[in-house]
């Protein structure tokens, strides 16, 4: 598990930078026995407030759906995508639609 977090960390952060590797902690937090419940509020406000300030969303989302990945973090990949297509669909470049 770790080795696969470390080559998905250097992955996610050619495309974002160091805030790819703060939603997938923030993901971790999330489903963490071990995490408070204001340390998983903090986290979930970081992957809500991820999917309005991320530049790439259609980029991260594919990335964090690939199968390589844990099952949690895949699902906020689809989340990313999800969220592109409802709420920035009409606004977003004919590239970023064929990405």
């Known amino acids: 598990f770790f080795i696969s977090f470390i080559k998905f960390s250097l992955i996610t952060f050619l495309f974002q930078g160091m805030s790819t590797q703060a939603i997938v902690e923030a993901i971790n937090t999330i489903h963490s026995p071990k995490a408070s ?38 699902h906020f990949g689809y989340q990313l995508l999800d969220h592109f297509v409802k709420f920035k669909w009409v606004e977003a470049s004919d590239g970023e639609k064929q990405e």
């Open 37 to 74: 419940t204001s340390e998983r509020n903090a986290a979930y406000n970081t992957c809500e407030s991820y999917k309005t300030s991320c530049n790439n969303l259609p980029l991260i989302g594919l990335e964090l759906a690939k199968p390589t990945n844990s099952v949690v973090i895949r």
